[in-house]
C-alpha cells in the first residue's frame, strides 16, 4: 500500500520570502502521479502542481516548483516570493497511474502555511 | 461550466438520522469519488465510482453507501449517522479517457452528527 508523509503540521513564512514544504512517500509502483493541492480558508481544493514519476524534470508553475527525488521518494514544495494569499492548508498527494489503475489519490496529513505581513 | 457541485453545504444530523449528500458533475468525467476529512488526518478514500453502474471502496467506507445511476450523479449516503461521522465530505471527479490524473473537488460539506 501507498502512504505520504508530511512532517511538518504547520509552517510561518515572512511574504516575500522562500518557503519548502516536504513530503515524503512510499511505493512499490514505477508510475504515478505527485500532486499538491492547497486549501485555502474557504475550503476550496486547488491543485498547485502536478509532476509524472517519469519526467526526471521537475515541475514549475509560476512561483511554485517541486524537488521531486525519485529514489529517495522525497517530493518536497517550494514556495517563492510569498504571499498573504498563499497562506493555506498544503497536502501532498500520490495517485498510481496506468495498468488499469483508477484515480484514487493517497492524501498527506498536510502542512498548515501561514504567511506573515 | 458548474464543475463540481455538492448539497447541502452544510447539515447538522442527530445520532441514527439518516440523509443524503449530493454530488453532481457536468464535465462527463468517469471517475467520481468521495473523501472525508478530519483533523490531523488529510483526506480519506470513502468510495469511488469509475463509471455509471459501477462502485468500489475507499479507506473509510463502513457506515456509508453509494449508487451510480448515470455518469453525472454520484449521492453518498448515510444510513445511520453516528458522532464518528462529523466530518467535511468532498465530492471529486476526474476523467479517465483525457487522464491527466488531476481531480476536480467540489466546495465541501460540512456534516455535524450530535
Known amino acids: 500500500a501507498q502512504t505520504v508523509t508530511q512532517s511538518q503540521p504547520e509552517m510561518s513564512v515572512q511574504e516575500a520570502e522562500t518557503v519548502t514544504l516536504s513530503c515524503t512517500y512510499d511505493?512499490?509502483?514505477?508510475?504515478?502521479?505527485l500532486f499538491w493541492y492547497k486549501q485555502p480558508p474557504s475550503r476550496q481544493m486547488i491543485l498547485v502542481i502536478r509532476q509524472e514519476a517519469y519526467k526526471q524534470q521537475n515541475a514549475t508553475e509560476n512561483r511554485f516548483s517541486v524537488n521531486f527525488q525519485k529514489a529517495a521518494k522525497s517530493f518536497s514544495l517550494k514556495i517563492s516570493d510569498s504571499q498573504l494569499g498563499d497562506t493555506a492548508m498544503y497536502f501532498c498527494?500520490?495517485?498510481?497511474?496506468?495498468?488499469?489503475?483508477?484515480?484514487?489519490?493517497?492524501f498527506g496529513t498536510g502542512t498548515l502555511l501561514a504567511v506573515q505581513p | 461550466n458548474a464543475g463540481v457541485t455538492q448539497t447541502p453545504k452544510f447539515q447538522v444530523l442527530k445520532t441514527g438520522q439518516s440523509m443524503t449528500l449530493q454530488c453532481a458533475q457536468d464535465m462527463n468525467h468517469e471517475y467520481m469519488s468521495w473523501y472525508r476529512q478530519d483533523p490531523g488526518m488529510g483526506l480519506r478514500l470513502i468510495h469511488y465510482?469509475?463509471?455509471?453502474?459501477?462502485?468500489d471502496q475507499g479507506e473509510v467506507p463502513n457506515g456509508y453507501n453509494v449508487s451510480r445511476s448515470t455518469t453525472e450523479d454520484f449521492p453518498l449516503r448515510l444510513l445511520s449517522a453516528a458522532p464518528s461521522q462529523t466530518s467535511v465530505y468532498f465530492c471529486?471527479?476526474?476523467?479517465?479517457?483525457?487522464?491527466?490524473?488531476?481531480?476536480?473537488f467540489g466546495e465541501g460539506s460540512r456534516l455535524t452528527v450530535l
Open positions: 465510482s469509475v463509471g455509471a453502474g459501477i462502485t
Open positions: 471529486a471527479s476526474s476523467s479517465l479517457t483525457v487522464n491527466t490524473g488531476e481531480l476536480f
Open positions: 511505493t512499490s509502483e514505477s508510475n504515478y502521479y
Open positions: 498527494a500520490f495517485m498510481k497511474h496506468g495498468g488499469g489503475a483508477t484515480n484514487k489519490l493517497i
